[in-house]
């Protein structure tokens, strides 16, 4: 499976950004990590280019939602009925929390949404995500 990785807007998180790379590859995934100060477009514009089938934007600054305000837009303009769109690292600013923020970045467009949660549980619901995904595929 392939994914498409990388820090949303202004994040320059490097650190975390290259644990979610080796932490994917670890798991058998061809990981495509489009670094830090990544704009939704280009991230978009990714998926394309590789045909994931995963998108996993992260972000620590939590300014995340400023940045995938519009992901719904972009999803709207191309095919991407096949891609879990994923989202996760620290995805507020202040005292917000998850009961807040993922129902706020579902509506946004994104599949997963893991506010402030451990990298390895959020990549094992991935996971469980994809499979069951695949086997309703294998079912119609």
């Given at each position: 499976?392939?994914v498409?990785?990388?820090?949303?807007g202004?994040?320059?998180?490097?650190?975390?950004n290259?644990?979610?790379?080796i932490?994917?590859?670890e798991r058998g995934?061809?990981?495509?990590?489009?670094g830090?100060n990544?704009?939704?477009?280009?991230?978009?514009?990714?998926v394309i280019?590789t045909?994931?089938?995963?998108?996993?934007i992260?972000?620590?600054n939590?300014?995340?939602?400023?940045w995938?305000?519009?992901?719904?837009?972009?999803k709207?303009?191309?095919d991407?009925?096949?891609?879990?769109?994923?989202i996760?690292?620290?995805?507020?600013?202040g005292?917000m929390?998850?009961t807040?923020l993922?129902?706020?970045f579902?509506?946004?467009?994104?599949d997963l949404v893991?506010?402030?949660?451990?990298?390895?549980e959020?990549?094992d619901q991935l996971?469980?995500?994809?499979?069951?995904r695949?086997?309703?595929?294998?079912?119609?």
């Amino acid at each position: 499976m392939k994914v498409v990785t990388g820090v949303v807007g202004n994040d320059i998180h490097v650190v975390a950004n290259r644990l979610i790379d080796i932490s994917l590859e670890e798991r058998g995934f061809e990981v495509f990590n489009l670094g830090v100060n990544t704009y939704l477009e280009e991230f978009m514009d990714a998926v394309i280019e590789t045909d994931a089938d995963v998108l996993l934007i992260s972000s620590l600054n939590g300014e995340a939602e400023g940045w995938c305000r519009d992901l719904q837009i972009l999803k709207n303009q191309y095919d991407f009925n096949n891609v879990a769109f994923m989202i996760g690292g620290n995805l507020g600013v202040g005292e917000m929390n998850e009961t807040e923020l993922v129902p706020r970045f579902r509506n946004y467009g994104f599949d997963l949404v893991f506010h402030q949660t451990d990298l390895n549980e959020g990549l094992d619901q991935l996971e469980a995500f994809l499979k069951t995904r695949n086997e309703g595929v294998g079912n119609v």
